[in-house]
């Protein structure tokens, strides 16, 4: 059995939005004001979840990463590539684009929960999937890369109305930021 598992960047009031910059928002690009480091490697600490388990995007999120990640080299980047991918999509995709994807083809979230009793399903960014997950009661661990920053505006991880209690497993000093793994408290 497996484990819905959502991984995000995030700044101190929660935002989760545009990190990199490029939705061009007014608060965006905050994840790179600290260098590459903090969004480098594994710092989400998946390491064996990720050869066993499924990574699950929005059509968004994958077209992003599909642009990136094939191109490059690492430990990591093999992994990502490697690792079966997921798109929850209407509009479709290329999956040639990155190796080892295939688009979901019906709900998403019926998908993520029917699969979690198989193997692991690593949400990676895609914050409408992931927000639409925690309305079913479906995210068991949130796996959080938290930067210093106070972005003042943009989408947050938890849309108003969500609530569910977790317990903190792991909070981790990783460079200028802090890697916290939050499990459902069932």
């Known amino acids: 059995m497996g484990d819905v598992i959502v991984i995000q960047f995030a ?3 929660g935002v989760v939005s545009d990190p990199d910059g490029r939705a061009g928002t007014d608060h965006g690009g ?5 260098g590459p480091g903090p969004v480098s ?15 699950l995007y929005g059509r968004r999120t994958w077209e992003h990463f599909a642009g990136l990640w094939p191109g490059r ?11 079966p991918k997921r798109v929850a999509t209407r509009a479709g995709v290329d999956v040639t684009a990155w190796s080892n994807s295939a688009a979901i083809t019906g709900d998403a979230v019926a998908w993520a929960g029917e699969e979690r009793t198989r193997r692991d399903v690593v949400v990676i960014g895609s914050l ?13 661990e949130y796996r959080l890369i938290t930067f210093p920053t106070v972005a003042g505006a943009g989408e ?3 849309a108003t109305g969500t609530h569910g209690d977790f317990r903190f497993t792991l ?4 460079g200028p930021t802090v ?3 939050l499990r459902r408290a069932r």
Not at 30 to 34: C, D, G, N
């Open 11 to 13: 700044t101190l009031d």
């Open 128 to 140: 409408s999937l992931v927000h639409a997950l925690a309305r079913a009661d479906l995210v068991d």
């Open 179 to 181: 890697l916290t793994v």
């Open 171 to 174: 909070v981790e000093p990783v």
């Open 30 to 34: 905050w994840a790179f004001r600290y």
């Open 73 to 83: 080299d690492g430990d990591w980047a093999r992994l990502m590539n490697a690792t």
């Open 156 to 158: 947050r991880l938890f």
């Open 41 to 55: 490697d594994d710092k989400f600490r998946l390491g064996e979840r990720m050869d066993h388990g499924v990574q």
